[in-house]
């Protein structure tokens, strides 16, 4: 690991039913609680005033509850697949556990957002939020 | 914003052409100087060995030349356009400035990656990488 390092700073936090890694489904296709809240903090309000119901976001999350030592893991901690590097994984478990989300608003409510698969367990710090471009295969 | 705050420890680096961000393409679909290398700490390297040429990678950067204190802006630093919340656009300058970019990887040699299509300035930090997955519309 380099000797640099950043500080993230959460501007929201996940609100969920999923509360156990353990029962977290692998993957968000297989089934997310909908709908999800995030609750935003106070300060970044005003960052939030254009987004729309209907809008695909890009939600990244701070995955609080990985192992940050894992360089090489089984795909969905499944006993039967093989040992791969963890950068040819989605498993939160990694160097930085950056948890990256496709979901779709269906309320917004100042602070609040409502939102429809968003696979993160209740409490989850939420980093950053984007546009999904059209025409941009980028999530 | 929060009191917590999350440390992020870079796993790369990445070593572009591009220097100056006045210059920098306003979107990675305008064009991006290909290929761009990325360069990992050697504490990483086992995650990396089941990447292939060919692959169609996410990768997260860290904006170290953002300004974190932004909440609305005119996208694409256009003066024409209306200013609108950060967070419906894709703006480096933004609470945590988080780049995303998909990539092609062209070859892997160990601790360097060549791909193509990252549009990010020379010397920006790379924080994360992660599999598109097929099927699912999340980069």
């Known amino acids: ?5 950043y500080e993230l700073t959460p501007i929201g936090t996940v609100r969920s039913p999923l509360t ?13 609680p909908d709908p999800v809240v995030i609750e935003f903090v106070p300060g970044v309000l005003e960052g939030l005033e254009d987004i729309r119901s209907g809008d695909q976001m890009v939600v990244l999350t701070w995955l609080d509850r990985a192992h940050r030592d894992v360089l090489r893991t089984r795909p969905r901690d499944d006993p039967a697949n093989p040992e791969v590097g963890v950068f040819s994984t989605r498993s939160p478990d990694r ?15 100042r602070g609040r957002l409502q939102v429809r698969n968003l696979e993160a367990l209740d409490g989850t710090p939420v ?6 471009l059209p025409g941009v295969p980028d999530g």
Chains 1, 2 share one sequence.
């Open 95 to 109: 160097p930085n556990p950056i948890g990256l989300h496709v979901v779709e608003v269906l309320s917004t409510d």
């Open 127 to 132: 980093i950053d939020l984007k546009p999904v």
């Open 20 to 32: 156990d890694r353990a029962a977290a489904p692998k993957q968000g296709y297989e089934g997310s």
């Open 1 to 5: 690991m380099s000797e640099a390092h």
